[in-house]
């Protein structure tokens, strides 16, 4: 049992340039999302899914897109790279959380450093 | 809609001595409330959580937290530091996403460091 892997682990981009950043997860989490985290800011949510097919925008969606065909992975696209996106991205999933009578534990990725020049 | 604020962004204490990190937040919703850890070049470790019942949460490690309504707080402590305990600390609360499921929203985050 793998948990949450992220690929690659530091990445340097061109302004411009497009790339995918990988998750994948082996615990049939239906809920997945990408967070980055920036110094004094925290972790901001960029994307997240409730499951293959479903996706929904985060509090900082522009310039990222996503997608999710399957229930293990849940990849994320830099379609044209800007210096403001250099920051640490963490992949997280859980077991979908219905109403609110249950909560679960978010399980994080080691995370990707990205810098876009 | 839901918000956190930590207290704080760097806290020092002394090898042995109270860690207390602050946390106040603001929800909507009855809240359900997270501490995470991170240690250095790792991703985020669930400490502890808050959803009903029993106020005062235990965590890993040693750290505790209590859930106060009337002071919408949920303070991280922890009675005698360890070397250990330097990271960095997030709290998070949730909240109802666009699908009706829990979405959490963090801190800015706490860096503590243990002096010997």
């Known amino acids: 049992n793998a948990g949450v892997t992220q690929t690659p682990k530091f990445q340097v981009l061109k302004t411009g340039q497009s790339m995918t950043l990988q998750c994948a997860q082996d615990m049939n989490h239906e809920y997945m999302s990408w967070y980055r985290q920036d110094p004094g800011m925290g972790l901001r949510l960029i994307h997240y899914s409730v499951g293959a097919g479903i996706t929904d925008q985060g509090e900082v969606p522009n310039g990222y897109n996503v997608s999710r065909s399957t229930t293990e992975d849940f990849p994320l696209r830099l379609l044209s790279a800007a210096p403001s996106q250099t920051s640490v991205y963490f992949c997280a999933s859980s077991y979908r959380m219905t109403g609110r009578s249950s909560t679960d534990t978010q399980y994080f990725g080691p995370g990707t450093r990205l810098t876009v020049l | 809609a839901q918000s956190v604020t930590q207290l704080g962004s760097h806290v020092s204490v002394s090898e042995g001595a109270l860690v207390l990190l602050r946390c106040n937040y603001s929800s909507s919703v009855p809240p359900y409330l997270f501490w995470y850890v991170q240690y250095p070049n790792q991703g985020l470790q669930l400490l502890l959580k808050?959803?009903?019942?029993?106020?005062l949460v235990k965590g890993i490690n040693g750290f505790e937290a209590e859930f106060k309504k009337s002071e919408t707080s949920f303070h991280l402590t922890k009675p005698s530091a360890h070397m250990s305990d330097a990271a960095e600390y997030f709290c998070a609360v949730s909240g109802i996403s666009n699908f009706g499921n829990e979405k959490l929203t963090f801190g800015t985050g706490t860096r503590l460091t243990i002096i010997p």
């Open positions: 808050y959803t009903t019942g029993a106020t």
